[in-house]
């Protein structure tokens, strides 16, 4: 029997005295796909984290063993266990943020990894930093290159931490939701620019996501983990055939379905926001004295209507302009041409003021949320803060009691009213941003990739939630996002959006189930299928 690439025995992380893994034991082998998932704050990452040494410094870690083909992890120094996380074993982390350095250049942070475990010239690194952003599907990488992470979309910041993973060519390659923030054609591109490297030099991957269609079609082997234990570990095959715990059959049962039409037509109900010729242009300046010599047309000549009570889902790669167009129309950022009509309000034409009371009416979920949040507030603070601002006739005991309900209904429960951003996971972050967002009843919501960091269970609760309150609130969705089954769950009508236009526009099924336009049929086909073997 082959001796495996990484063998995990006992392992066990403690928070004072509340103990978060609780004595799992695995394996990976050397070229291996090996896919844990579970929904989030079951301690994936956590665990992947701890395996590297990476745990939070407060925490304690024990385990009888953990080893890395012929290195002893827990018996390694730090100083030599540096050279070895890069080199022989990488990690793509979930929020890519928070971790790349905002005054790095993302040239620069890639040559790092270059520079610290290879012997390259600057002109060497170079060749190399522009072949990796290439290869993850960085448009321009020429230019790209001395662009810093806040100039990227969320996508294109997933794909340069990507890139940085891959620059050390390692062995064991620890992919922590790889794709969260990616559309499906560039998703596609990624898993399968990993499976070449798989092929190439027998790298081994360990892969955490929530995407089970996605685990079901890159997974050799599968570990489903609940509550900082693993229930169940099997090949691919059983775990999607035959699924024995009742909590795996549990996530598959809650998976959405893109040939499922949950959706159902509802009646006209009256124009609530109306877009108009609307442009966002961001100049290109070059040479000596930075004349503008160009555009870049991040939203150019998109026109639209959403009715109350009505969802609009808005698809489209990362990059294209969707969340420019929903900050744009909020006047979140400044539009170059065009007019927003809300409520039968031109929001171009409101002062400062004016526009600042229309606030509560309009709110938004953005696409990061540990970016979205003041890392010094509590909880409490962070989801009263609009309440306080704009309902301030409501008294601080009925504002924590709104508090507290708004985190029932998305899964979290009083305990997180104390606590701090960087406490929670990924998932659990965003669950707080929308009830942040539904806390002062608006009637517009403008949902940015609003379930792209949730497990599937807590997705489906997410989607179901924000369907009861559209039927309840009337509130309308903006609905931005590169997962086609959720839109099917979700949506009334879809816009496909593609370099800053809008390629297609109809309802779900119209677009959906017949496509016309050549890059919403490869939209299509690019959505990973649960793969079902008998």
């Known amino acids: 029997m082959n001796t495996p690439l990484l063998a995990v025995e006992n392992l066990q992380l403690s928070f004072a005295d509340q103990c978060v893994i609780k004595g799992i034991s695995f394996n990976i082998n050397k070229g291996e796909t090996f896919a844990l998932v579970g929904e989030s704050g079951s301690g994936k990452s956590l665990a992947a984290l701890s395996v590297i040494r990476l745990h939070p410094a407060q925490a304690t870690l024990q385990a009888d063993s953990i080893q890395l083909a012929e290195i002893d992890i827990l018996r390694t120094p730090e100083a030599e266990l540096c050279q070895v996380r890069g080199r022989r074993i990488a990690m793509i982390f979930q929020d890519p943020m928070s971790s790349l350095n905002p005054v790095m250049s993302i040239g620069q942070q890639i040559s790092e990894t270059l520079q610290l475990h290879f012997p390259l010239s600057k002109t060497e690194c170079t060749t190399r930093v522009l072949a990796l952003l290439e290869q993850v ?22 794909r340069v931490m990507i890139a940085i993973a891959l620059a050390g060519e390692p062995d064991l390659l620890i992919a922590d939701e790889p794709t969260t923030a990616l559309d499906v054609t560039i998703q596609a591109q990624i898993l399968l620019l990993l499976k070449k490297i798989q092929q190439e030099n027998g790298m081994a991957l360990w892969l955490i996501s929530h995407d089970l269609a996605l685990v079901s079609n890159m997974a050799d082997r599968v570990a489903v983990m609940q509550s900082g234990r693993i229930v169940e570990v099997a090949e691919n095959k059983q775990i999607f055939s035959h699924a024995q715990h009742q909590y795996t059959q549990k ?7 893109i040939k499922h039409r949950a959706a159902q037509q509802k009646p006209e109900s009256g124009i609530l926001l109306k877009l108009t010729e609307f442009k966002v242009h961001y100049p290109i300046r070059k040479g000596l004295f930075k004349r503008v010599v160009d555009y870049v047309k991040a939203v150019d000549d998109v026109s639209f ?7 609009l889902a808005l698809v489209g790669e990362s990059g294209c302009g969707k969340t420019t167009l929903g900050k744009g129309l909020l006047s979140l950022i400044p539009s170059t041409a065009g007019q927003v ?11 400062s003021e004016e526009l600042r009371a229309q606030r509560s009416a309009m709110q938004i979920v953005f696409q990061d949320p540990f970016a979205a949040m003041n890392p010094r507030m509590l909880i409490i603070d962070v989801i009263a803060e609009g309440i306080r601002t704009l309902q301030s006739e409501i008294d601080e005991q009925a504002c924590i009691t709104i508090v507290v309900n708004l985190l029932k209904q998305v899964g979290l429960d009083e305990t997180a009213l104390y606590r701090y951003p960087h406490e929670f996971s990924g998932g659990q972050r965003q669950r707080i941003c929308i009830a942040r967002a539904l806390a002062v009843k608006p009637k517009l919501i403008v949902c940015d990739e609003p379930t792209s960091a949730l497990d599937v269970s807590v997705q489906k609760q997410i989607i179901e939630l924000l369907k009861q309150l559209q039927q309840t609130e009337n509130i309308s969705y903006l609905f931005i996002t590169h997962d086609l089954a959720v839109v099917a769950e979700i949506a009334d009508e879809v816009a496909v959006m593609y370099q800053g236009k809008i390629v297609e526009h109809g309802t779900v099924d119209q677009v959906l189930r017949h496509a016309e336009h050549p890059y919403t049929q490869k939209l299509l086909s690019a959505v990973p299928v649960l793969v079902q073997q008998s």
């Not at 598959?252 to 379905?257: G, H, I, Q, T, V």
């Not at 209507?305 to 969802?311: A, F, Q, V, Y």
């Open 341 to 351: 009509i809300f409520d039968g309000v031109d929001l171009a034409a409101l002062s």
């Open 251 to 257: 996530l598959l049962s809650a998976l959405p379905d």
């Open 137 to 158: 599907g960085i448009p321009d990488a020429e230019r790209r290159i001395n662009e810093y992470p806040h100039q990227l979309s969320g996508g294109q910041r997933q």
């Open 305 to 311: 209507t959403l009715e109350i009570g009505k969802t």
